[in-house]
């Protein structure tokens, strides 16, 4: 089977989608897929073993050929001479490329797969939830989501449509290799850590401030680091910010760390926090959640799919519930504790072979379309 994962953006554009893309092709490829990346993002034609077809695309506004008949014709010929037997499309806020992608599979009579990966507002939608493209391949295309909080969105914008969930995907046991259960507060400091891009999406002002407020709950008993791995445009502003909340000297910005270095940043942590409420599924908390950290996530991400509350961890219902959150886990040594012994002990969903069997399903349900086993009997 040979498998298009059709998306915008690819490496060496560095992101969660482009990671995300790189990391389920690999997995694909490792149970005998044939799993290539169709883009228009410019680089090399193979990025870490996998097969890139880099799509050359005309400027404009949204960075793409979108939906003109150009654009749409040039991919389907591509994917028609390299013998796709299936179409994934990726759809991210701004999303031409996935989405011409999903139209010209439609069009071929392939099996194809329409994937939403961000939160979804009426302003995403305008370009992809039209009337011409999802009424028009209602019983041709397999739609899907990748946590329970999308796909609700996208049944909220598209009525009478029926979503799958199709998550993200971990490598567990690279983030359990060396886990051990944590003692409350390592040498008598409790240690909160989070990963992000700085950015004013991800909420990063909004973590500060809840630990300055956990801070001042707990009252330096005990006492508390934060460290915020990731690099972006607030890096600077963060540190500005710390300063003003008189909590410099207790907060760290090591800025972007591979993934190894973050492993080993969670094995010397106690607590893992995602404040991003925009969170469509919330890669960096599963990976935290894999290496034994409690986590706390907000309830309205989609990470609310994988941190139980009160078991892996907690779920906030805002800034001020987060802040109440951090201080709870600070000062709570034996139920900190309770939850890293349990965390480290039973892994968490979302292994790579779980999920990219799951792929092979969905792929293998899309052919089995009434509309597509009719088009493809015809050729």
């Not at 990731?230 to 502003?237: H, K, N, S, T």
């Not at 034994?292 to 907690?314: H, K, N, T, W, Y």
């Amino acid at each position: 089977m040979r498998v298009a994962l059709v998306c915008d953006w690819f490496l060496p554009r560095l992101g969660g989608i482009e990671l995300h893309l790189r990391d389920l092709a690999l997995a694909l490829r490792a149970r005998g897929v044939d799993a290539r990346v169709v883009t228009t993002t410019r680089g090399p034609d193979l990025v870490d073993g996998v097969p890139v077809h880099r799509v050359r695309a005309a400027l404009s506004p949204v960075g793409g050929f979108a939906f003109t008949p150009a654009g749409l014709g040039r991919l389907g010929r591509m994917l028609d001479a390299e013998g796709f037997d299936v179409i994934h499309a990726h759809a991210s806020v701004v999303s031409p490329v996935a989405y011409t992608g999903a139209l010209a599979g439609v069009r071929m009579g392939l099996p194809t797969v329409l994937t939403f990966h961000s939160m979804l507002h009426r302003s995403a939608l305008l370009l992809g939830a039209s009337e011409s493209l999802f009424g028009l391949m209602a019983d041709r295309i397999v739609l899907s989501a990748v946590s329970s909080v999308v796909a609700s969105q996208a049944v909220r914008w598209l009525p009478g449509a029926a979503v799958a969930i199709l998550p993200n995907g971990i490598n567990t046991a690279f983030w359990r290799d060396g886990i051990a259960p944590r003692s409350p507060g390592n040498g008598g400091e409790v240690t909160v850590v989070s990963a992000m891009r700085l950015s004013r999406k991800k909420r990063p002002t909004t973590l500060l401030r809840a630990f300055a407020a956990a801070r001042r709950f707990v009252g330096d008993a005990p006492s508390m680091r934060l460290v915020i791995a990731g690099d972006g445009p607030d890096r600077v502003a963060l540190a500005r910010e710390a300063m003003g909340l008189g909590i410099g000297d207790r907060v760290e910005l090591p800025g972007q760390l591979s993934r190894a270095a973050l492993r080993e940043l969670y094995q010397r942590a106690d607590i893992f926090v995602l404040p991003s409420e925009r969170e469509s599924f919330g890669i960096a908390a599963l990976e935290a959640r894999a290496a034994g950290l409690p986590v706390i996530a907000m309830l309205e991400s989609g990470a609310r799919d994988f941190v139980r509350q009160g078991v892996d961890g907690l779920l906030a219902r805002g800034a001020r519930d987060l802040a109440r959150a951090i201080g709870r886990l600070a000062v709570d040594g034996p139920f900190r504790e309770y939850v890293a012994r349990h965390n480290a002990s039973v892994p968490p969903p979302y292994d790579w072979a779980e999920v990219a069997a799951l792929h092979e399903r969905i792929y293998v349900a899309a052919g089995e379309l009434p509309a597509v086993a009719r088009r493809v009997s015809h050729q």
